[in-house]
Nanobody
Framework: QVRLVESGGASVQTGGSLRLPCAVFGYTPIGGCMAWFRQAPGKDREGVAA????????YYSDSVKGRFTISRDGAKSVLYLQMSSLKPEDSAMYYCAATYNLCGGSWYWVSLFSYWGQGTQVTVSS
């Protein structure tokens, strides 16, 4: 049974940094894709970043490119999202997601992912 557990959410000030870990259980990332999504109140869930199973390819939304970095520690089965230069518009619930589908051009589709964590809250104050 696949289980994803996010942590690391916090309240930070504009310009600050935060790292979100997602502990992964029961998922073997061979040929699959893992990602971070976020959802702010009243808005749709949006893809933030994704990484292919071999960590050879990473994908980012335009809104976070250059500020966020997705990575995976295969030995520890942990997915990370390193966030820097945080802005108030980055405030949201952040979700870890996994799928056995390829990332590709559809990496930001919510429907691509079968497994989701419960989310961790990030709040950025100005």
């Amino acid at each position: 049974q696949v289980r994803l557990v996010e942590s690391g959410g916090a309240s930070v000030q504009t310009g600050g940094s935060l790292r979100l870990p997602c502990a992964v259980f029961g998922y073997t990332p061979i040929g699959g894709c893992m990602a971070w999504f976020r959802q702010a109140p009243g808005k749709d869930r949006e893809g933030v970043a994704a990484i292919s199973s071999g960590a050879y390819s990473t994908y980012y939304s335009d809104s976070v490119k250059g500020r966020f970095t997705i990575s995976r520690d295969g030995a520890k089965s942990v997915l990370y999202l390193q966030m820097s230069s945080l802005k108030p518009e980055d405030s949201a619930m952040y979700y870890c997601a996994a799928t056995y589908n390829l990332c590709g051009g559809s990496w930001y589709w919510v429907s691509l992912f079968s497994y989701w964590g419960q989310g961790t809250q990030v709040t950025v104050s100005s």
